[in-house]
């Protein structure tokens, strides 16, 4: 046995470190605490199918009423982009121009400050009003938001009602959904908005003497309600209001729309007016399965569907807010949402980011029961056991400083951790490797095994250390990477790293206070240096008969 290290002046970080923990009774509450937070934070922290990019972008929108594409491509479109292309980390704009309108997307680059880009371009655009053409609306601008991509989208379909009652429906759900927390944007998809529609009969306003700009100056002025004033009535004050908003048909019908021999022309002398839904623009339907190509055959139609989508707020836990919002929904049906409506969760995405999160943990789980596996072979059950109890600390020790960094648990994270596990072992197996060939030929007393230990944890101290901080080092680049693999692959270089220096830590710490106590004074079994220079292992023999000319031979 190599003669103990006594003077702590002689001691290296790495001995420092392992003697303070062996002679701690803060040692285990400290491994304890490390677990109870990893599995907080593994509970807690927001779950996702893919790493958040932010990639800042909006759409600058101008009406010209009336303008060809022509006009509105030369006159807006090509003037606004040159524009906005001179504002600082802008990576690229392009433009489309209609007629009446024309639009500018920006898109700033990778990981620019959602807020700042926005009021840089808000800033830009206020700046240049006057160069807007004559006849063109003022700028509108729209940001366009990554985390406006629906986590689940519910659509609602019945053989029994038409598409405009179940977009009424859709509506009636997402007055109820949308104060729930953790939900952001929500929309319809689908169906048809009540419409009360006018057919103008030319011959007819012809024959009544009413212009086509009265008719419009009318119905555009028809629909208000004010307040004119207010009297007194039984001692109390009660205001009076001019009511004139239009609620069906007949009250459009019943405008005033012009004077023809001292007569009153009435909106539906000059038009047919209805009340129903509006123009069909797009059909959207629902089927289940091979069951629809039977229905279809059999002259029966798909159902026809309406569709509410919902996204989540940035920094929230897609799994929650998915799970909340169709809890809240069960709570709808038979109540707001009839029994023959039929209601399908057709995107979950709260739901396979659970799933897939679900599998990478497995996957976790299967890659550590192999190493165990490849432990308990080589190293015997005790030196395999505080290995092994390194590593749910080193995860979760991982998982804590990713929760207060603001790291979601994403298949990428799980797929660094799964990346560093081979690694993250070595620094223990080191360790535990040198303070068994300490104590294999057996010590006399307590303090000698301690003494014992302590050296072995000093000697494996600065390779370990710079073997650790090497394979850090090839990590870090991957943090640099620009566009948008950078952030998306971004944490493998935090996540990788720390869990290096977790291991490092973990390994000096807690393996030396762990085989202080399980570690037998004397081990029996000789290490692999210290069996026969004949070795009756087939793997060994082949290992000694290639190594031995390498290191011997000069050549």
Sequence with gaps: MSEPVQKSERLNIAGRVGRAAMGSTITPIVSLLIFLIGLVALLVTPREENPQIDVPTANVIVAMPGATSDEVLNLVVRPLEMVLQEMPGVDHTYGMAADSQGMVTVQFE??????????????RVMHNLDRIPPGASQPLVK?????????????????????????????????????LPGISVADVIGGRDRTITVDVDPERVASHGVSLDALHQALKGANFEISVGSAVDDNQVKLIR???????????????????????????????????????????????????????????PEQVAVTLTLAKKRGTNAVVVARQTLAKLDTLKGDLIPDDVTVTVTRDSGERADAAVNMLIEHLGIAIVSVVVILLLFLGWREAAIVTLNIPLILFAVLAVGYLADQTINRITLFSLI??????????????ENIHRHLHSGVATLADKARAIIAATNETGRPTIIATFAVILAFIPMAFVTGMMGPYMGPIPFNAPVAMLASLVIAYMFTPWLAQRWLPSHIAEPTMEERDAQPRDWLHRLYVRLATPLIERPR
């Design 242 to 300: 001019l009511s004139g908003a239009l609620r069906n048909a007949d009250d459009v019908g019943r405008i005033v729309v012009g004077i023809h021999g001292d007569r009153p022309i009435y909106l539906s002398d000059v038009a047919d007016v209805r009340d129903g839904p509006d123009e069909i623009e797009h059909v959207h339907r629902i089927g289940f399965g091979p069951a629809v190509a039977d229905h279809v055959a059999q002259g029966e």
């Design 143 to 179: 940001p366009i938001d990554v985390d406006d991509v629906p986590i689940l989208a519910i659509t609602f379909s019945s053989q029994h009602y038409s598409d405009l009652d179940l977009k009424r429906l859709a509506d009636r759900v997402k007055e109820q959904l949308t104060p």
């Design 110 to 123: 990778v990981g620019e400050n959602k807020e700042d880009s926005l009021v840089k371009l808000y800033d």
């Design 419 to 432: 990346l560093a596990l081979g690694l993250l072992v070595d620094d223990a197996i080191v360790v535990v």
